[in-house]
Each structure stands twice: as structure tokens, then as C-alpha cells.
């Protein structure tokens, strides 16, 4: 698949030219998302599932006072009431993927310099852990009031996969906010004024 995108970015600037490649060449950046990495980073996303269930395992005790144990990345309920595992599928490459996709694109047409484009894009990894986060928290306090079926049906998306796009609410709200944050005009120093002579 790279090879293929690779040939076409490069029959297009032997038909077009230097300047369509200079023009063309985000678009054909977008196409990486494209390309199945399956097993490759899963070292990235094994840690950053981790990362959803300790934060998750500490929310429950400390601020819901819900009591849940935690193994690896298994959440369960002491009493068997509910037991959900964070697959790779839930917390790993596909939110991770969408969530530094939709950055990219979000910083490329938003800023002209290269630092905040990359700060754009490095808040991708909080951003898509905190989408997981607030997911697995609705799931697991659905299934502590409901039990594990009430907690399946949060899990499988509920009504028209509504609760699947809850993980991407924090996403679009995050990037728009740090937007606008770097955006902010710094205010201009100000000129004491001249006595006027006459």
C-alpha cells in the first residue's frame, strides 16, 4: 500500500510537476491512516489501554467510591456483578488513529507554523486516552447500577451507536479549545503618547 500511494504521488509529479507535489503532498499524508499497522504499535497501545484502566480502576475508588479490581486490562466487580476487558479494538489503534488523524488535519489547516502544528498533533495521545477514559467510566457506572447487560448495551454503541462516538466528544472539544488558546493575540505593547505641541 505504500508502494501504491508512493507510485501515484510520483507518476503525479512527472505528469504535473514539482509545484502539484508541493500542493498535492498533505492529502497524500492523510493517506498513511489508511494503511492496517495491526500488530506493529501494538507495544503503544497495549500501554496506553493500561494507562484507561488505572486511570478508570482510580476514579471508581477515590471520587465514585465504586469498588473495582483490576487486572492488567480486565475491570471486574468483586462480587461477578460485571466483568469487561479493554480490547486493543476499544482503546487502542482506532481511536488513537481517527484521534491523530482528525489533529493533523485540525492543525495543518489552522496554523502556519511548525510548532503549534506539532503541539496540535502531540495533543492527540491525552485527548484519545481521555475519550477512553470517559467511555469505559460510562460503561462500568452503567453496570454497577444495571448490571453487565445494561453495560453491554453502553459498550456495543446503544441506540444507533450513539455512546461509540462518546470516546471522540473530548477530542473535538480539546482540539478547539487548544485552537483557539493558540490563536489568542498576545497584546501589543502600547506607545505612551507624545505631549502635542502647538
Known amino acids: 500500500m505504500v508502494a501504491f500511494f508512493g507510485g501515484i504521488y510520483g507518476l503525479m509529479g512527472l505528469a504535473w510537476g514539482w ?3 508541493r500542493n498535492s503532498f498533505f492529502p497524500f499524508v492523510l493517506f498513511a ?3 492496517p ?3 506493529l504499535i501494538e507495544a503503544i497501545t497495549f500501554r496506553l489501554r ?4 488505572q486511570i478508570v480502576e482510580m476514579i471508581s475508588h477515590l471520587i465514585l467510591a465504586i469498588d473495582i479490581n483490576r487486572n492488567g486490562t480486565e475491570l471486574m466487580d468483586p462480587t461477578g456483578n460485571y466483568h469487561y476487558e479493554v480490547a486493543a ?5 482506532r481511536s488513537l488513529v481517527a484521534t491523530l488523524a482528525i489533529a493533523m488535519v485540525f492543525a495543518l489547516m489552522s496554523f502556519q507554523t511548525w510548532g503549534k502544528r506539532a503541539v496540535m498533533i502531540a495533543s492527540a495521545v491525552p485527548l484519545a486516552v481521555l475519550g477512553n477514559v470517559i467511555r469505559m467510566m460510562t460503561i462500568i457506572i452503567t453496570a454497577d447500577v444495571w448490571g453487565q447487560s445494561a453495560g453491554n448495551y453502553v459498550h456495543e454503541g446503544g441506540p444507533g451507536g450513539i455512546f461509540s462516538l462518546l470516546p471522540y466528544v473530548p477530542v473535538f472539544v480539546g482540539l478547539i479549545l487548544l485552537e483557539r488558546w493558540l490563536n489568542k493575540e498576545e497584546p501589543k505593547p502600547t506607545l505612551p503618547l507624545e505631549p502635542r505641541t502647538t
Open 37 to 39: 499497522l495491526g500488530g
Open 19 to 21: 509545484r502539484w507535489l
Open 33 to 35: 491512516f489508511c494503511i
Open 89 to 93: 479494538a476499544c482503546s487502542g489503534m
Open 50 to 53: 493500561v494507562l484507561v484502566c
